[in-house]
């Protein structure tokens, strides 16, 4: 199941995403349904309603994971799991590390989230830096994760 647009707004409220990080994920939110649109076009199975969702809440619980250590994806997943919505669930906890190199939704999601500094599109070398400057504050976070095929 997935969020019609004002149940995807109540949890943006429910869960009070600030306003900076709304703008963040509505800026995703834009450059995956481009992307997204673009691959349907070419024929590629994408759900736009599900990449449009899962754009728009992937950092729902960025706030409470700052600074502590704890996997905001993997948190949001857990929480969108809990209202019902497994596929944007799924999507979300992938918005940060992919399980699969598989050319759907969480790629989407995951690819758009790079590419959107704050609120602006950028190069894939200055938002790595930037993610780089601002999370990789130790010898563990610069290790490289291995993905799962």
Do not use: W
């Not at 691959?39 to 990449?51: A, E, K």
């Not at 992937?58 to 929480?79: F, P, S, T, V, Y």
């Not at 399980?99 to 959107?116: H, T």
């Not at 990789?136 to 291995?146: E, I, L, V």
Request: charged share 25%; net charge negative; aromatic share 4%.
């Amino acid at each position: 199941m997935i969020p019609a647009p004002e149940d995807t707004r109540r949890l943006i409220d429910l869960y009070r995403m600030p306003e900076h990080i709304l703008v963040h994920s509505v800026m995703v939110c834009r450059v995956a349904l481009e992307i997204s649109t673009s691959l349907v076009s070419s024929g590629h199975d994408i759900d736009l309603r599900l990449v449009e969702a899962s754009s728009l809440l992937h950092d729902i619980c960025k706030m409470e994971c700052l600074g502590n250590g704890k996997d905001h994806a993997l948190m949001g997943k857990e929480l969108l799991h809990r209202h019902g919505y497994p596929s944007v669930g799924d999507v979300v906890g992938q918005h940060v590390r992919l399980i699969a190199l598989s050319l759907d939704e969480a790629m989407v999601v995951n690819y758009a989230d790079k590419r959107v500094m704050h609120t602006r599109v950028v190069s894939l070398d200055r938002r790595f830096m930037d993610l780089m400057e601002r999370y990789g504050t130790d010898d563990a976070r610069h290790q490289p994760k291995p993905h799962t095929c």
